[in-house]
T-cell receptor
Framework: AQSVSQHNHHVILSEAASLELGCNYS??????LFWYVQYPGQHLQLLLK??????LVKGIKGFEAEFIKSKFSFNLRKPSVQWSDTAEYFC?????????????FGTGTLLAVQP | EAQVTQNPRYLITVTGKKLTVTCSQN?????MSWYRQDPGLGLRQIYY???????DKGDVPEGYKVSRKEKRNFPLILESPSPNQTSLYFC???????????FGDGTRLSIL
């Protein structure tokens, strides 16, 4: 079955530290990839997305992600985190190259940034 | 303002009492979905719809029904709710599968 794995369930960082959150998926065909963020008490918002082209994508608030097809990975990075980045982060995969709006989410990574 | 509106936001009810959570979007989006969010499990897709009268099962459809009679509305129906359906539910819509999904503010259901 298709699945999305986020290896880090909880991450605690100090401000200005660098961040990398792992995401691996199990589907072998064409995929569309997303990272969403959920701030406390809020709904999900899109951070960035990858459909094709340059495997390094830049999103909002200084986040970026790299698609490595051979590793089935789409890791999220940020060079220097801020306290306001405290949130839960979800990787999501749309299999079948967007033929439907089926979306499979990872279990999420809770990031706490200490001032 | 572009938005996805869910009602109710909170509901406490009892086992077996049918309930409907409404979802409406004002962006003329083709695609709509329902998710449930549970601690440690992330978001799991319940049902999705690609157009009026076109719906399909997601990963956890058991115990739920949906309908898509109009483009803007996508209600989630629990015919006979059970305690294992206690969860936070999100409705989402998108213009197409290449655009990000816009999420509603969530509906917290507690089934006793």
């Amino acid at each position: 079955a298709q699945s999305v794995s986020q290896h880090n369930h909880h991450v605690i960082l100090s401000e200005a530290a660098s961040l990398e959150l792992g995401c691996n998926y199990s589907y072998g065909g064409t995929v569309n990839l997303f990272w969403y963020v959920q701030y406390p008490g809020q709904h999900l918002q899109l951070l960035l997305k990858y459909f094709s082209g340059d495997p390094l994508v830049k999103g909002i608030k200084g986040f970026e992600a790299e698609f490595i097809k051979s590793k089935f990975s789409f890791n999220l990075r940020k060079p220097s985190v801020q306290w306001s980045d405290t949130a839960e982060y979800f990787c999501a995969v749309n299999p079948w190259g967007g033929a439907t709006n089926k979306l499979i989410f990872g279990t999420g990574t809770l990031l706490a940034v200490q001032p | 303002e572009a938005q996805v509106t869910q009602n109710p936001r909170y509901l406490i009810t009892v086992t077996g009492k049918k309930l409907t959570v409404t979802c409406s979007q004002n962006m003329n989006h083709e695609y709509m979905s329902w998710y449930r969010q549970d601690p440690g499990l992330g978001l799991r897709q319940i049902y999705y719809s690609m157009n009026v009268e076109v719906t399909d099962k997601g990963d956890v459809p058991e115990g739920y029904k949906v309908s898509r009679k109009e483009k803007r509305n996508f209600p989630l129906i629990l015919e006979s709710p059970s305690p294992n359906q206690t969860s936070l539910y999100f409705c989402a819509s998108s213009l197409n599968t290449y655009q990000p999904q816009h999420f509603g503010d969530g509906t917290r259901l507690s089934i006793l």
